[in-house]
């Protein structure tokens, strides 16, 4: 398995850029951590933990308590391929949170962000 440089980026310096990213857009950083929360199965209090620790993408995804089953659901492309033909786990999961984000940003409903 190759190991992409964002695996070992810590999750903590690309969180703020999700916030930038939907704030600019008029979204919050409330529904920002309920997409991850939703994804990934972490708390509230377990997600500042990471954010403190400067845990990494890799670790972020392989730590996260329950991941979502309905994830399989998130379809579309993002940074120019289709997250459904991802092969490699780890750059799936990174890849459908950054679709959600996009979503999110983008003004879609959040009922239909998280696959309801």
Same mark, same amino acid.
């Given at each position: 398995m =190759?190991?992409?440089? @964002?695996? /070992?980026?810590?999750?903590a310096?690309v969180?703020?850029?999700?916030i /930038? *990213?939907?704030?600019? *857009?008029?979204? /919050?950083? *409330?529904?920002v951590?309920?997409?991850?929360?939703?994804?990934? #199965?972490?708390?509230?209090?377990?997600l500042?933990?990471?954010?403190e620790?400067?845990t990494?993408?890799? /670790?972020?995804? !392989?730590?996260a308590?329950?991941?979502?089953?309905?994830?399989? &659901?998130?379809?579309?492309?993002?940074?120019g =391929?289709?997250?459904?033909? @991802?092969?490699?786990? =780890?750059?799936?999961?990174?890849?459908y949170?950054d679709? &959600?984000?996009?979503? &999110? !940003?983008? #003004?879609?409903?959040?009922e239909? @962000?998280?696959? *309801?």
């Amino acid at each position: 398995m =190759v190991k992409h440089k @964002i695996y /070992t980026m810590s999750f903590a310096k690309v969180y703020p850029l999700y916030i /930038t *990213k939907v704030e600019k *857009k008029g979204r /919050t950083k *409330k529904e920002v951590d309920e997409i991850i929360h939703w994804l990934t #199965g972490y708390s509230q209090n377990e997600l500042e933990k990471v954010l403190e620790k400067q845990t990494d993408f890799e /670790t972020f995804f !392989a730590e996260a308590l329950e991941m979502n089953a309905s994830r399989d &659901l998130i379809k579309g492309v993002i940074c120019g =391929v289709r997250v459904e033909d @991802i092969e490699e786990p =780890v750059m799936r999961e990174i890849r459908y949170l950054d679709k &959600l984000i996009d979503e &999110l !940003a983008k #003004g879609k409903a959040m009922e239909k @962000i998280l696959r *309801k």
